[in-house]
């Protein structure tokens, strides 16, 4: 198996590379990311200036954007071959919830699914250490599970790690609940007024039937929650088409 990996907290964090040692019993491991931190970067791409590319070590390579322009880049000219899977962490903080909307590490992956390629997001709640072996070998497991079973078009497989032990692997949805968002107001030595973000996660709640990400992470568990590139209302689709039918 051939495996693209990227990330969105850049090419030298921890995560990354103890997901490749983990990755390696699947296969040959080529990475590809950002040559520093892009957490929030969504799937901005840069177009306004040039991407230098680094190569840092054999199958290994560094880029000056982000995330997307990392796998894109690596899709179409770096990695020879196309990949049998993308796969972007481990990610240093929970992408679940409406974190989804924002995350670069969810852009990553969702660059591989937008190729056909099956595509994994990996990501563990924050944690005051910067050893991710466990979650890593878990992560391969499931990876290596569900690579093999059945997948839907475009489609990526967010996976997001408790702290600490684990009850067992669960399949979620997305919490829709979004977060409160907070600023907090502070004055800069200078004197100027400026703004840090900051947010509390949703209620405990399940959502179409399903526990939620949010929620089984919370709890404790394991969330894998299967993501759709395409975001076609599909339901309103079919009432806007009689206000504004299809002229043949």
Not at 28 to 47: H, K, N, Q, W, Y
Not at 60 to 73: I, M, R, T, Y
Not at 182 to 189: A, I, N, T
Request: proline share 7%; net charge positive; hydrophobic share 35%.
């Amino acid at each position: 198996m051939k495996i693209l990996l990227s990330n969105d907290d850049g090419v030298t964090a921890p995560g990354l590379h103890q997901m490749a040692d983990a990755l390696k019993r699947l296969g040959d491991v080529f990475i590809c990311a950002p040559e520093g931190p892009r957490s929030g970067a969504s799937s901005s791409l840069t177009l306004y200036s040039p991407l230098l590319v680094t190569q840092l070590a054999p199958r290994c390579w560094s880029v000056s954007g982000n995330p997307a322009d990392a796998v894109k880049l690596a899709l179409t000219e770096l990695v020879g071959p196309r990949p049998d899977i993308v796969v972007s962490g481990i990610n240093n903080g929970l992408n679940c919830g409406s974190n989804v909307l924002y995350s670069g590490t969810v852009a990553a992956a969702l660059e591989g699914a937008q190729a056909g390629i099956p595509s994994f997001a990996v990501s563990r709640r924050v944690a005051g250490n910067e050893n991710y072996k466990t979650e890593a070998k878990a992560a391969a497991r499931i990876i290596e599970k569900l690579a093999e079973g059945p997948s839907g078009d475009n489609t990526v497989y967010n996976i997001n790690f408790p702290a600490g032990r684990t009850r067992g692997v669960v399949t979620t949805t997305t919490e829709l609940m979004p977060y409160t968002d907070r600023y907090d107001r502070r004055v800069d030595p200078r004197g100027r007024i400026y703004y840090w973000l900051r947010g509390e996660p949703p209620r405990d709640t399940r959502g179409n039937g399903h526990l939620t990400d949010e929620a089984a992470v919370a709890r404790g568990y394991v969330a894998v929650t299967p993501l759709r590139r395409n975001l076609t209302d599909d339901g309103l689709l079919e009432r806007l088409a009689r206000i504004y039918p299809v002229r043949k």
